[in-house]
């Protein structure tokens, strides 16, 4: 039994813990079997409770853009840590990160700090929601911004134009302010707009999506809801909560060249302790408390710790001139090297990348939106998955969830990955 420690350590978490974990994808509810438990991390490598080793694909969800344990990191929270871990005062390292992101990230004056993604997401929405004066938002099915309740809505049934709760305990009143469009297609929105004219506040789109695994915006699509966006005064929210400090210094806004209104933040930008942040021109922004009247608060935002791994990160990130190249590279390596094996091996497969994301689907046709994603084929990723993870590759336990590249790993680890993959689709 290759994963003993972790079954009976899961065994005894179900007892305390709801399913056994604080997040449900780490259930491994979707591909079933045991969650590995980890006991720790260096670089590319996780350490699971059995003392088996795993390439990691995972990164924490995203966080890990330069390794595990990351070195300046380290010290940065060890350093503070000695000083005291939250003061509930301002401190001037909050001044030090935010001013160090605004300079990064194009189009921005000023960002506040919070403790999560979704805490970023919510704040955005009621910023955008108090600026224009309007209640609906409209999301894209298949994006993930957080489980906060104005999220966890699915698309209306027939003629209805907005949505349900997609989880018991969200109210129906709050469903019918989110309206649900497809990502890609324009159309959608356009109707939405037409269906409330001068309701809607803001779009709020993962502009790469991430959450039905990888799925990059196509024809211009986010060039074209900056112009929706314009003609009917609501505001582009763009959840750069993965793609932030991943795909580029200034994440999608810069790689694409498209202007946001209101830019949301979160793993990366914490260094791997638990930050978001949210961020918009000077304009906006004042409106929030205590200059403006949209309440938004936070006992541990920008708690030092965080703030600390949070700026180790950004300085690392906005010195190493070289980094997003190799990252680029070494997936594009990743991503030539499977394409290879999966064809010798004959597997109907689609992968879709952007910079260091990247997802395998084994499923016929292109993958554009949350439609196309759930057509990957569920039992065939089960066996990859479970293939992988005995070998000692680690991806995430769904189809619906993108690779995260570090630079951490190497051309040896990728060689590595490329080699199990033949072996499990053999
Ligand atoms: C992870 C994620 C979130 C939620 O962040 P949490 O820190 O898990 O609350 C929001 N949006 C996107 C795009 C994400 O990937």
Redesign the pocket.
């Known amino acids: 039994m290759i994963y003993q420690r972790s079954s009976e350590l899961f065994v005894e978490a179900q007892n305390y813990i709801p399913g056994g974990v604080n ?1 449900p994808v780490r259930a491994f509810k979707s591909v079933g079997g045991t969650p590995i438990f980890v006991n720790e991390a260096k670089g590319a490598y996780l350490y699971d409770e059995d003392g088996r080793r795993y390439i990691d694909y995972i990164n924490s ?2 966080p890990m853009l330069l390794g595990h344990a990351y070195q300046p990191v380290v010290d940065a929270v060890i350093e503070k840590t000695k000083k005291g871990t939250s003061f509930g005062t301002p401190t001037e390292i909050e001044t030090e990160i935010a001013k160090l992101a605004v300079s990064m990230v194009p189009n921005i004056d000023k960002i506040r700090f919070v403790n ?6 919510m704040s955005a929405v009621r910023l955008a929601r108090g600026f224009t004066n309007r209640e609906k938002i409209i999301k894209f099915r298949g ?5 906060s309740d104005s999220f966890l809505i699915a698309a209306g049934s027939g003629l209805s134009t907005f949505g349900v709760p997609s989880s018991p305990g969200v109210t129906k009143g709050t469903a019918q302010d989110t309206l649900l469009a497809n990502f890609n297609d324009l159309n959608s929105v356009k109707e939405l707009f037409e269906a409330n004219k001068n309701e809607i506040a803001a779009i709020i789109i ?1 502009p790469v999506a ?2 039905m695994g990888c799925v990059p915006p196509v024809n211009n699509f986010l060039q074209k809801l900056r112009e929706v966006c314009d003609e009917n005064g609501a505001l582009l929210i763009f ?5 932030g400090f991943r795909l580029a210094k200034g994440g999608a806004q810069e790689l694409f060249g498209i202007k946001a209104d209101i830019v ?1 933040f ?2 990366v930008i914490g260094g791997g302790l ?1 930050v ?1 942040a949210f961020a918009a021109r000077n304009e906006i922004m004042d409106y929030l408390a205590p200059v403006g009247p949209v309440y938004q608060a936070g006992t541990l935002s920008g708690n030092p710790l965080a703030m600390a791994a949070g700026l180790a990160m950004l300085q690392a990130i906005n010195t190493d001139t070289e980094l997003f190249h190799r990252l680029e590279e070494k997936t594009a390596y990743l991503e030539a090297g499977l394409r290879k094996v999966l064809t010798e091996n004959k597997k109907t497969f689609v992968i879709n990348r952007v910079g260091s994301m990247i997802s395998v689907f084994f499923c016929e046709n292109a993958v554009e939106n949350y439609e196309d994603a759930a057509k990957a084929d569920t039992p065939e990723f089960k066996a990859f998955f479970h293939g992988l993870l005995e070998r000692g590759i680690y991806i995430a336990p769904s189809s619906y969830e993108t690779w995260f590249i570090t630079d951490a790993l190497s051309y040896e680890d990728l060689d590595e990955t490329i080699k199990v993959v033949t072996e499990v689709t053999k």
Not at 143 to 147: D, E, K, P, Q, S
Not at 239 to 243: K, L, Q
């Open positions: 997040s969800w995203g999560s993604g979704t805490e970023a997401c994006c993930y911004h957080g489980h993962e991430g959450n959840d750069e909560v993965m793609t949301c979160g793993k638990p978001g």
